[in-house]
């Protein structure tokens, strides 16, 4: 009997699976928002208050239903500079500063999706998103190597045998349990033993608490968030300080964010809506910036445990975000007893179903710029940031496309029995390909009549105009007669003299310019 594992169930979610699944989600957060939060520089408060905020204005605004937005790394990374910065400037200063860039950002953003640039996802190649959930795979799992760390040092010993054997275990129950029932997320039911494995049997082990401690927090039981206007001067100084940050910060949120919707459009084989998308992260960082979270984009790790738990609709993340805030003011004694290995389990998981394993089974089928996009992709996201990561990217595989169409410009040289000569071209003409484009013209030897065909052409920007017009006046200079047929209307009004040498051909296209009366002449035909 042949067993097919599949990571993603695509089945549409019921209200129980959403709900079971935003629990599940919930409890993959807190350690998640609290190590980005010191990561940033700011109280673990902070971040799940993001988390919170993040999560529940995306889940019920947002253009992808079942996608999980919080505080991230990626983001994170970005704030520690900020942060550092605005202390300089004040005492406690950075946290205000902070909070004010998040209000920019969120303007950004919504301002990105208000003007429709989310469709601008789309130019992002197969390559650049197969080297994207690779590095988001290997960042995901680096992430979580550091919870072997006890007050900064690797665990080692019992502890360490501790930790792996609960990590094991964990994701054994994960790995079996959907073999036999999927009644309740495999995530939440291997949270649930291991927790009550550590707990009923007295094990000491790294817990949620224990972490925050030795990160310099106390717990994560806190109030409801506060409004609050930021604390800062209102200056021009104060917005050329803050505002390169926020341009950063809201690039690197929509790039993360876009990319994950069409991840999860791609696993659940549906489609989401990526200007929605923005103007709901950017109205989620916007609250953020006034109630004190410190904001963030999609979450590509949670995103997958949600879809992989069965949460499909916008209940999943709804009920994840309000659990959260139900962890910070209700039950954080018991949240904070969750074993630290039962988490990391959940992610090792996440990283087994992101990474994108066929990548070696096409290595040696697909193009070799192919492999090589996938590799930089791949190793900037885990260097820098995925920003970056996809920007360079995009920019290869378009260098890449136009070196290819470069060199696709043929043409086709014949001398009909009049002696005029045709040159029948072939290909896109654009910048890249008008150097080898003007290299298959003849000028002093070719005939006192000349026809260029563009029918099997295509003229792509401004700079296969200027080549046309240069050179239609070589030819001029010459003394030469230059025909040029098949053009659309909005390339003839670009070339210079377009009515004395655009020639068309009426019958074969009605709806262009006609000046061939001197053509007819030439090959014994009486003009109409």
């Known amino acids: 009997m042949k067993f097919d594992f599949k990571f993603i169930d695509k089945k549409q979610g019921t209200i129980k699976d959403d709900i079971l699944s935003g629990l599940t989600v919930s409890l993959a957060l807190v350690p998640e928002a609290v190590a980005f939060a010191f990561v940033a520089g700011v109280s673990p408060i902070v971040g799940l208050y993001g988390a919170f905020m993040m999560g529940l204005i995306t889940s019920i605004f947002g253009g992808r239903p079942g996608m999980i937005s919080g505080a991230t790394g990626a983001m994170a990374v970005v704030m520690v500079a900020l942060v550092k910065q605005g202390n300089e400037m004040g005492e406690a200063m950075g946290l205000q500063y902070l909070f004010a860039t998040l209000i920019l950002v969120g303007i950004i953003q919504m301002s990105a999706g208000f003007l429709r640039l989310g469709k601008f996802i789309r130019l992002v190649p197969h390559s650049v998103m197969m080297g994207f959930v690779n590095g988001l795979a290997i960042v ?9 760390k006890s007050g900064g040092e690797w665990l080692s010993g019992t502890p360490l045998y501790t930790m792996l054997g609960l990590v094991a275990g964990t994701m054994l129950i994960m790995a079996v349990l959907p073999k036999i029932s999927k009644a309740i997320p495999a995530a ?7 927790s009550a494995v550590v707990i009923l049997g007295g094990i000491e082990t790294e817990t949620v608490k224990s972490f925050i401690q030795a990160g310099g927090g106390t717990g994560i039981k806190a109030g409801l968030p506060n409004f609050n206007i930021p604390i800062i001067p209102i200056s021009f100084e104060t917005f050329r300080f803050i505002f390169p940050y926020a341009l950063i910060l809201a690039a690197i949120g929509l790039i993360e964010s876009l990319m994950t919707m069409n991840l999860v459009d791609e696993l659940t084989e549906t489609r989401g809506s990526g200007n929605r998308e923005c103007v709901a992260q950017g109205a989620a960082n916007f609250v953020n ?15 997958i445990i949600n879809i992989k738990s069965g949460g499909r609709n916008r209940l999943s993340g709804i009920v994840a975000a309000v659990s959260l805030l139900a962890f910070i003011l209700f039950a954080s004694t018991y949240i904070e007893m969750v074993p630290i290995a039962a988490l990391v389990a959940v992610m090792f998981m996440v990283v087994i179903g992101t990474f994108a394993w066929s990548t070696f089974k096409i290595i040696d089928k697909i193009p070799l710029p192919d492999v ?9 996201t885990v260097i820098f940031d995925l920003a970056i990561a996809v920007l360079a990217g995009v920019i290869v595989s378009a260098l890449v496309f136009a070196w290819e169409n470069a060199i696709r410009i043929r043409a086709r040289k014949r001398i009909d029995g009049h002696g005029i000569k045709h040159y029948e071209i072939y290909g896109p003409l654009f910048f890249g390909s008008t150097t ?10 070719d005939p006192d009549e000349i026809i260029i065909d563009f029918q099997d052409s295509r003229i792509m920007d401004q700079s296969a105009i200027e080549a046309i017009n240069k050179l239609a006046e070589r030819y001029q200079k010459e003394g030469k007669t230059i025909h040029l047929r098949h053009l659309s209307n909005d390339c003839i009004k670009l070339i210079k003299r377009a009515e004395k040498i655009c020639d068309v051909n009426v019958v074969e296209d009605p709806n262009y310019f006609v000046s061939i009366d001197n053509y007819k002449k030439l090959i014994g035909e009486t003009p109409k």
Do not use: P, R, W, Y
């Open 289 to 303: 910036g006034f109630f004190g979270g410190m904001g963030g984009c999609a979450m590509i790790g949670q995103s």
């Open 188 to 194: 939440l039911v291997g949270i649930l033993i291991t």
């Open 372 to 380: 090589i996009v996938i590799a930089l992709v791949t190793i900037l």
């Open 436 to 445: 080898l484009f003007n290299s298959k013209f003849d000028i002093q030897d």
């Open 140 to 148: 995901i799992f680096l992430s979580q190597l550091n919870m072997f």
